[in-house]
């Protein structure tokens, strides 16, 4: 299983891809923008993707999904049967905004009437099967979501502010890499039950220990000391920080130290192109 990370120029945008070795599956975690050109950087073959987990529908995450499916619809010959996981959706009552479910999301963009509707029979015949995973969900418990021989995908309800947010776990032959998603403090104890002794957990590092970060982005993201108090009180044999801000990029020994002083296992700051073996 092979775990590619990227971390694109601009804010917020360092993102996490990941490949299971596996011959008839690969998988896709989360697809914002420049995931298509950090794939091709990365010499990264589409022509075997046909699992997608969206961990929530922010643009930096789910927005390149049209270009990637289209990539993919060229890339090899035959029918495609994607299936897309993601978060079901989210009224927006109040200050809430509103979010379409996954299911919903890929109707708007490849149904009858959708933007891109004509993608279905353009290169090759594709069929999508979107699955959404309620969110959030208070004390849920990690769900599989797919198995098939050695793989395993499980799932659990994250949390992101007020976007819809799910948080996954790819076992593969004995290892198994786990995605935070961008998350915040109220969805951290579904990430301690799903990433128990997790081999590499995938941290989205988007803010400084406070108060060096504007104080709306503690409301969406986690900070270096809870991440590692998490990965020592999870036993996470290496953490791998994706979805690194300009800020965090700065201060990256600040952040190292403040992990540190929690966690001891190897630490790694992604970077575009990366290849990480759990
Ligand atoms: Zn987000
Ligand atoms: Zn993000």
């Known amino acids: 299983m092979n775990c590619t990370p990227w971390r694109n120029r601009s804010p917020f945008s360092s993102r996490s891809c990941c490949f299971s070795a596996q011959a008839r599956l690969y998988g896709?975690?989360?697809?914002?923008?420049?995931s298509f050109a950090r794939l091709g950087e990365a010499k990264a073959s589409l022509s075997n993707t046909d699992i997608v987990l969206l961990t929530h529908l922010h643009i930096d995450h789910?927005?390149?999904?049209?270009?990637?499916f289209k990539a993919r619809a060229v890339a090899g010959s035959g029918p495609i049967v994607f299936n897309v996981w993601g978060p079901g959706g989210s009224a927006?009552?109040?200050?809430?905004?509103?979010?379409?479910?996954?299911?919903?999301?890929?109707?708007i963009l490849f149904?009858?009437?959708?933007?891109?509707?004509?993608?279905?029979?353009?290169?090759?015949?594709?069929?999508?099967?979107?699955?959404d995973i309620a969110a959030p969900a208070a004390n849920s418990a990690p769900q599989q979501i797919f198995k098939d021989a050695d793989l395993a995908i499980t799932a659990i309800a994250g949390h992101h502010g007020d976007a819809p947010a799910v948080i996954y776990r790819i076992d593969h032959a004995?290892?198994?890499?786990?995605?935070?998603?961008?998350?915040?403090?109220?969805?951290?104890?579904?990430?301690?039950?799903?990433?128990?002794?997790?081999?590499?957990?995938?941290?989205?590092?988007a803010v400084l220990d406070p108060p060096g970060s504007p104080a709306?982005?503690?409301?969406?993201?986690?900070?270096?000391?809870?991440?590692?108090?998490?990965?020592k009180e999870v036993g996470?044999?290496?953490l791998l920080l994706s979805h690194i801000s300009p800020a965090v990029d700065e201060s990256n020994a600040a952040v190292l130290e403040s992990i540190r002083r929690n966690y001891a296992g190897t630490v790694t700051f992604a970077q575009d192109g990366m290849r990480a073996r759990p």
Request: proline content about 7%.
């Open 111 to 131: 149904g009858a009437k959708g933007a891109f509707a004509y993608l279905k029979d353009f290169a090759a015949p594709i069929t999508l099967h979107a699955h």
């Open 174 to 205: 004995g290892k198994s890499v786990t995605f935070s998603g961008d998350i915040d403090a109220t969805g951290l104890p579904a990430l301690r039950r799903i990433a128990k002794s997790t081999d590499l957990l995938v941290f989205n590092t």
């Open 28 to 34: 896709r975690n989360d697809a914002g923008p420049g």
């Open 236 to 238: 996470v044999h290496a």
């Open 92 to 107: 927006g009552r109040g200050e809430d905004a509103y979010f379409p479910s996954t299911r919903e999301f890929l109707e």
């Open 62 to 68: 789910a927005g390149e999904i049209p270009g990637l």
């Open 216 to 231: 709306i982005l503690y409301t969406l993201h986690t900070p270096p000391h809870a991440i590692g108090e998490l990965a």
